[in-house]
């Protein structure tokens, strides 16, 4: 069964450094897609990055970046350059197969990241 | 462009009693997918509309109901409320539900934050 797993309930990072946010995924799937959100303590949950299975590369959005290890199944999440605003709590998703499933994302426990000036 | 608004945003309730919470989703999105948010539980994924149709549904009970009308928007209704009830409900929303492309993003509203007591 597809499952998400985040297995560092809590991190922090000193301002300006980088981190990286584990996550390892499991499907049967050869087809699916890999997201990361962040939940601000506001409640709404933040789209940051996306990644595809048959993508070549790994993603980048700015600050953000996907460290894609696709045979270990591990999607992790790397931010560079923290901010005092980058506090908060990040999910892993995945969406599977084309047209199948639609929006069920199965989301991870979720990591809740503490940036300390 | 105003993004998804759930209605309302703290909700109380007691025991026994029902609810309808209210989404709507970013104009021209005609998919709307539902989510509850729980400390215990994490994010589960409730149920997905799609042109007012209902395709596909988590693992939930019957008491969690939902529709969507001929505008996008969605409520989502849950009838003899029971203490584990309480939650955050987060709305989302996107063009076609990933139908076509695994990397179709949800964009998610900042929920309703209810409370059985």
């Known amino acids: 069964a597809q499952k998400i797993t985040q297995t560092q309930p809590g991190m922090f990072v000193q301002e300006k450094e980088a981190v990286t946010l584990d996550c390892t995924y499991d499907?049967?799937?050869?087809?699916?897609?890999l997201f990361w959100y962040k939940q601000p303590s506001s409640g709404e949950m933040i789209f940051l990055i996306y990644?595809?299975?048959?993508?070549?590369q790994n993603a980048t959005e700015g600050r953000y970046s996907l460290n894609f290890q696709k045979a270990r199944k591990s999607a992790n999440l790397v931010i560079s350059a923290s901010q005092l605003g980058d506090s908060a709590m990040y999910f892993c998703a995945m969406r599977e197969g084309l047209g199948g499933g639609y929006n069920k994302l199965i989301f991870g426990a979720g990591t809740r990241l503490a940036v300390h000036p | 462009k105003a993004g998804v608004t759930q209605t309302p945003r703290y909700l109380i309730k007691t025991r026994g009693q029902q609810v309808t919470l209210s989404c709507s989703p970013i104009?021209?999105?005609?998919?709307v997918s539902w989510y509850q948010q729980t400390p215990g539980q994490g994010l589960q994924f409730l149920f997905e509309y799609f042109s007012e149709t209902q395709r596909n549904k988590g693992n939930f009970p019957g008491r969690f109901s939902g529709r969507q009308f001929s505008n996008s928007r969605s409520e989502m209704n849950v009838s003899t409320l029971e203490l584990g009830d309480s939650a955050l409900y987060l709305c989302?929303?996107?063009?076609?539900?990933?139908?076509?492309?695994?990397?179709?993003?949800?964009?998610f509203g900042s929920g309703t934050q209810l409370s059985v007591l």
């Open positions: 990644q595809g299975s048959y993508d070549q």
């Open positions: 499907t049967s799937d050869p087809s699916y897609g």
């Open positions: 104009s021209g999105h005609r998919s």
């Open positions: 989302a929303s996107s063009w076609t539900g990933g139908k076509l492309a695994t990397n179709e993003k949800l964009f």
